[in-house]
């Protein structure tokens, strides 16, 4: 069946460095759509990217993605961390179905 | 104007208790979601609906009834609360299914003693 992996559950950054958060998947569908949602504390879960476009890079908010179809990935990555980005950010799978899977998301702590 | 909203935001009960959560959206859409959220384990999906009088079993269905009144409304029921079932809720919206955005409501935190 359809699946989500993040492996990095915590990630602890130093203000200023880049970010990167990794995220691979499968399902047997050529046409999925992806999707990277951020989740501030004491806020909504709320789309951050998305794409169904293989090699095409994907940006907002200063963070960018690009799905690559033939090794399943879609790694969010940003140049430069800010506090402000300290979240839970979950990757996302939509395929042939009516719903998403979520991955187990990964905790970015951005520190000064 | 918040367009996904949830009622109680907090709830606590006991072991063996009835509880009912309760969904609402004004986004005009299709699909409504129940997740619930754990460290260690994500958004994990527990029922949705494509409509009124519509439901689907999700990821983690046991102990969870749910039902959609109307195109607006969706409730999660659970009949004998278990700790196990103590949890952030959040219902969501969307307007095609596993292919567009979602819209989350701020959650429910559910406590079981």
């Known amino acids: 069946g359809d699946s989500v992996t993040q492996k990095e559950g915590l990630v602890t950054l130093t203000e200023g460095l880049p970010v990167m958060l990794n995220c691979t998947y499968q399902?047997?569908?050529?046409?999925?759509?992806l999707f990277w949602y951020v989740h501030y504390l004491n806020e909504s879960p709320r789309l951050l990217l998305k794409?169904?476009?293989?090699?095409k890079r994907t940006e907002h908010q200063g963070f960018h993605a690009t799905l690559h179809k033939s090794s399943s990935s879609f790694h969010l990555q940003k140049s430069s961390a800010q506090l402000s980005d300290s979240a839970l950010y979950y990757c996302?799978?939509?395929?042939?179905?009516?719903?998403?899977?979520f991955g187990i998301g990964t905790l970015l702590s951005v520190k000064p | 104007e918040a367009a996904v909203t949830q009622s109680p935001r907090n709830k606590v009960t006991v072991t063996g208790g009835n509880v009912t959560l309760s969904c609402r959206q004004t986004n005009s859409h299709n699909y409504m979601y129940w997740y619930r959220q754990d460290t260690g384990h994500g958004l994990r999906l527990i029922h949705y609906?494509?409509?009124?009088?519509?439901?689907q079993i999700g990821d983690v269905p046991d102990g969870y009834k749910a039902t959609r009144t109307t195109q607006e409304d969706f409730f999660l029921l659970l009949e004998l609360a278990s700790p196990s079932q103590t949890s952030l809720y959040f219902c969501?919206?969307?307007?095609?299914?596993?292919?567009?955005?979602?819209?989350f409501g701020p959650g429910t935190r559910l406590t079981v003693l």
């Open positions: 399902t047997i569908y050529s046409n999925a759509f």
């Open positions: 969501a919206s969307s307007d095609a299914g596993g292919r567009a955005e979602q819209f």
């Open positions: 794409s169904s476009t293989d090699n």
């Open positions: 996302a799978l939509g395929s042939s179905g009516n719903k998403l899977i």
């Open positions: 609906s494509y409509g009124a009088g519509n439901l």
